[in-house]
């Protein structure tokens, strides 16, 4: 029964309640003999009822009181009083650890420092022969003056049906309070002995301290289930995710000690808190000298120095990584630190990279960020760390891409979602900032602004790293010299000035700028229409495969002397004007060619290959002509960083170039009678729709102009209909149609704020089937044409994209999220009625699915039983981030 304020228990006079739970009442008082704040507990009935449990806690609370240490709450008294038995405790003010975590994880300082007063605690209570037996975050308190340990040996109590068994955490030297085979204490910090019902010794609280450290690294429960059974079969057979793939920035130091505290038996563990708390104090102490050492000097250092300090921070650097990057780097713990040193590591199993270019090391060079995409075709941002054996993945990152770090290295700003956003590396949710439709680079300065591409076609932003910014424009495209985009900028080191790259379908004004934050000035350094980076004194630049480093005076804004080859065969995506490497002033990471390459190849409709045509190639959204005779296909120009439209013949096997403009030619859509095919290009500054007939020496024709990006989604089977999308800020992707007659003024067909993609006409042209990411994963969805008011049906169940129609309409075919092309049988008998979609055979595809995956990458025979795949030549084990250490060394050869 609650008390009332003004209750008198003895000299203590109740003042208010503090808070309740299954074992008592907690209430502030004070203490009227010595004038002080205490904190008293009630306890619950069915202990006071039984005299011989009451006598051994009161043996007990004596042993308890007379443990005396700045970092466990005190037991100043007991009473009884009316049928009432209660505790007078230290009254702490603070914050429950347990709500604390709520938070998220706790700087790793303040794990280091609560781990080592937790650990002195408990110390201090082995000596005198108490165990704690419930060691959980709820029963410590966070004060001014560092952790305090609560409930120590009194915070649970059971009873059995037969006899009240004290639950109590430790064991008195008179008599145990518990009996052989009893479960007690809160199961989520138990050792595997005491699940067994086993007696419990110091290295029981060891275990249990083990699980604190990692909750307070992580902000993650060390063992996971959904019932209590699986819950305890998770903390008696498996192991926890390392921290530092959960806090890529934790002491690697820390995971060896945290490793030892969880073995599952007690002689493998710590033997001793004090053993602990040692340890714990050592990574502190280390943990602060690399971070004085790390300090910036003011005034000039002479170049020989700087080396001489790049060379001596990389030393602590891997002596700080410890055992774990022992382990994994051992090639770079024995090679001289100033050896040129290669490495590499493969991305995580079942994954790809999700785009050239979607990798990104940390300023500080602990740690390389990529975007990945799964067979299921989900794509999110991973991070590894360099003394780790495993990557983390990043929640709430969906469809993340093209990601860069803050200058500190505790921030990655990233693309996902028509938004920019940013994510912590020691946790928490992505943020995000502003909108970004088409996001191509960004990065970010020291004051937390942030200069980026917030779209495919456009010019640069610049905004603030804070949640919900408003960007202002940078630079706007200059449409008289046939600039379509402005993208990847890099700040150089006075933060003033940045790089970026301009494309252009003219070679005169394409190149990488140099710009100044608030003025419209720009200089071209140089031709390359390339992704740039300026690191000590170079610029870093890939020209065809080549990796290349140019020397670069940031004062002139010039280039002063020859290019050095650092590495050859690099990927990359001349679309995209990038290629997958990135560099600090230690480490080039990188990717070999190879994650674009795809082969077209014939699968029946059980995914068996029947033949392949052609050789290996980038090949962009390869669509199968309604003849079946031909194949149209975007193909990169290496030198000009475009693409052009190539006819791929089906029968002989045979390549030939249809369009040759040094902008960017694709996403080629084939009329009726396979005679002409319409495609989108840049070349005027804008992405266009044009028209080619094939034969002689037909020129292209422009068929819609407009400011905003387009992509080409089908040509109707009478040949009155062109459909494609539109990308704006404001609705995401809508789709819009282009009639082939009258006027030829398009007509919006579906706009909302959700993103609608992948659209194809029924052959019939009375349907639209499409995908729209309205319930939060794109699906694939059917309504009437052309007034889009009429029936809508859902067709997908499982996630959906790249829709297609079986010519005589008795299917539809799709790509579902997990990858495998599925096959929905129709009805019309009533309308359009979907049968039950049936998996066919998984693919082998490149890209993720969505409007911004930009591929179709299959195509059907009108029967519907061959297709025609563009599968990846290449598996993603083939392809690992490889890593280049000390690469400056290759300037001097």
């Not at 590591?345 to 390389?368: E, H, K």
């Not at 084990?877 to 000390?886: A, C, D, F, G, Q």
Request: overall charge neutral; charged content about 20%.
């Amino acid at each position: 029964m609650a008390l009332a304020t003004g209750t008198k228990l003895g000299p203590y006079e109740v003042l208010s309640a503090i808070g309740a739970g299954g074992m008592g009442e907690v209430y502030r008082a004070k203490d009227t003999r010595l004038d002080r704040i205490v904190a008293i507990k009630v306890l619950p009935a069915h202990l006071s009822a039984n005299e011989e449990l009451k006598q051994r806690f009161e043996r007990e609370a004596k042993t308890i009181s007379s443990l005396s240490h700045p970092h466990i709450c005190a037991l100043y008294d007991i009473g009884h009083q009316n049928g009432t038995d209660f505790l007078v405790m230290e009254y702490l003010e603070g914050e429950p650890l347990v709500r604390r975590l709520e938070k998220g994880p706790l700087p790793t300082e303040q794990t280091l420092r609560y781990g080592v007063e937790i650990a002195e605690a408990l110390d201090k209570a082995h000596r005198q022969g108490i165990v704690h037996r419930d060691l959980k975050p709820g029963n410590i308190m966070i004060t001014k003056s560092g952790a305090k340990l609560l409930d120590f040996g009194l915070a649970k109590y059971q009873a059995s049906a037969a006899q009240a068994i004290s639950a109590s955490t430790f064991e008195t030297r008179d008599r145990p309070l518990t009996e052989e085979g009893m479960v007690l204490g809160t199961v989520q910090y138990m050792a595997p002995e005491q699940l067994d019902g086993k007696d419990a010794d110091e290295r029981t609280d060891i275990f249990a301290l083990g699980e604190l450290l990692y909750e307070m690294s992580t902000g993650q429960k060390t063992f996971k289930g959904n019932s209590k059974a699986q819950l305890i079969s998770a903390i008696l057979a498996t192991q926890p995710p390392p921290i530092t793939t959960i806090a890529p920035l934790s002491p690697p130091a820390l995971e060896h000690v945290v490793t030892k505290c969880l073995a599952k038996e007690p002689d493998d563990r710590w033997q001793s808190a004090h053993d602990v708390a040692s340890e714990l104090k050592w990574i502190s102490e280390q943990t602060s000298q690399s971070r004085m050492f790390a300090q910036p000097t003011k005034g000039r250092m002479k170049p020989a120095s700087i080396a001489w300090m790049v060379a001596s921070l990389f030393l602590l650097s891997a002596i700080a990584l410890g055992i774990a990057a022992y382990h994994y780097f051992r090639q770079v713990q024995s090679a001289p630190t100033q050896e040129l040193t290669e490495l590499s590591f493969a991305l995580p199993a079942g994954t790809t990279l999700a785009a050239p270019g979607c990798i990104a090391l940390s300023p500080n060079g602990r740690m390389v960020a990529f975007s990945a995409i799964t067979k299921k075709g989900d794509t999110s941002l991973w991070i590894r760390s360099l003394g780790s054996k495993s990557p983390h993945e990043f929640s709430s990152t969906a469809d993340a891409g093209y990601p860069f770090w803050s200058p500190d290295s505790k921030s990655i700003g990233f693309f996902a979602q028509g938004k920019l956003k940013k994510i912590d590396v020691s946790g928490g949710p992505a943020l995000t900032i502003c909108d970004a439709p088409g996001g191509r680079g960004g990065t970010w300065r020291a004051d937390g602004k942030i200069l980026f591409s917030p779209n495919i076609t456009g010019g640069l932003s610049i905004v603030s790293a804070g949640e919900s910014g408003s960007p202002e424009t940078v630079t706007t495209l200059d449409l008289s010299h046939q600039e379509n985009s402005h993208r990847w900028p890099t700040f150089l080191p006075d933060g003033k000035h940045y790089l970026y790259t301009i494309r252009s379908a003219t070679p005169e004004s394409r190149g990488i700028y140099v710009g100044e934050i608030g003025s419209k000035e720009k200089r071209r350094i140089l031709p390359d229409q390339a992704r740039v980076e300026y690191v000590n004194g170079n610029l870093v630049i890939f020209r065809e495969r080549n990796m290349l480093a140019l020397p670069f005076d940031p004062a002139r804004m010039q280039i002063v002397g020859e290019p050095t080859v650092l590495t050859e065969d690099v990927d990359l995506d001349p679309g995209l004007s990038t290629a997958t490497y990135s560099v600090n002033s230690n480490t080039l990471a990188y990717m070999n060619s190879g994650s674009l390459d795809s082969i077209l190849t014939w699968v029946d409709r059980s995914g068996r290959v029947q033949g392949t045509v052609g050789s290996s190639a980038i090949y962009f959204q390869p669509i199968m002509s309604p003849d079946e005779k031909k194949v149209a296909v975007g193909i990169p120009d290496i030198a000009t960083g475009g693409y052009d439209v190539w006819i791929m013949d089906l029968i002989r096997g045979t390549l030939s170039r249809s369009t040759s403009n040094p902008a960017s030619d694709v996403g080629a859509v084939w009329n009726p009678d396979s005679s002409a095919y319409a495609f989108t290009s840049n070349r005027s500054g804008n992405t266009d729709l044009y028209v080619k007939t094939l034969g002689g020496s037909a020129e292209e024709k422009l068929l819609l102009h407009n400011d905003n990006y387009k992509k080409l989604n089908d040509w109707s089977s009478d040949g009155r209909y062109i459909l494609y999308q539109e990308i704006v800020a404001t609705t995401n992707s809508d789709l819009w149609v282009l009639p082939m007659f009258g006027d030829r003024k398009p007509f919006p067909y579906l706009q909302s704020t959700f993103s609608e993609s992948s659209a194809q006409f029924s052959p019939d042209v009375k349907w639209i089937a499409y995908s729209s990411d309205e319930t939060g994963r794109f699906e694939i969805y059917v309504q009437s044409f052309p007034i889009s008011t009429g029936t809508k049906r859902q067709v997908s169940t499982a996630g959906g994209d790249q829709v297609i129609w079986r010519r005589d309409q008795k299917e539809l075919f799709y790509l579902a999220a997990d990858g495998k092309l599925m096959a929905v049988p129709l009805s019309f008998a009533n309308g359009f009625e979907p049968g039950v979609p049936v998996a066919l055979f998984q693919t082998n595809f490149s890209y993720n699915t969505g409007s911004n995956g930009e591929r179709q990458q299959y195509s059907v025979t009108a029967d519907g039983q061959r297709f025609l795949l563009s599968n990846l030549a290449k598996q993603s084990s083939e392809t690992p981030i490889n890593l280049i250490l000390n690469w400056p060394l290759l300037l001097k050869k």
